[in-house]
């Protein structure tokens, strides 16, 4: 049951991964849910949107703050399809988020793809 919560949770931040590789971004996504529902979602637009703080990460952060109206997201998790870079983990942090999961299969896939797309050699 856990692990198909988690497998649903990990295809949607990936669709938020391919909306950002559709805008030129670097495919990453992220979504947050609590108690089983996503409370937010998003994914890496830094470069198509020109700020450099709009991590898939944060945008989900963003978003879960907007529609809990709270800044205080204890009891949430997020799911990434990327490990988080330090003002990810900063804003993960400062929101109280306790639950961090990553899916390694879609990273795997998705440094394969940054290094087939961009050159990447991360
Ligand atoms: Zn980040």
């Not at 949107?49 to 989900?60: C, F």
């Not at 009891?75 to 400062?94: D, H, K, R, S, V």
């Not at 998705?110 to 797309?117: K, L």
Request: glycine content about 10%; charged content about 20%; overall charge neutral.
């Amino acid at each position: 049951m856990q692990n198909d919560l988690h497998q649903k949770c990990m295809a949607i931040a990936i669709e938020e991964a391919k909306k950002a590789k559709s805008n030129g971004d670097w495919p990453f996504g992220a979504i947050m849910t609590k108690n089983g529902e996503i409370v937010g979602k998003g994914h890496v637009k830094d470069k198509s949107g020109g700020d450099v703080t709009d991590h898939a990460e944060l945008v989900a952060i963003r978003d879960a703050c907007h529609n809990l109206k709270s800044n205080n997201l204890e009891g949430c998790t997020i799911y990434c399809t990327n490990e988080p870079c330090l003002m990810c983990a900063a804003g993960i942090f400062q929101a109280n988020i306790g639950k961090l999961s990553l899916e390694l299969r879609a990273m795997t896939f998705y440094v394969y793809y940054a290094q087939e797309n961009y050159g990447s050699k991360t």
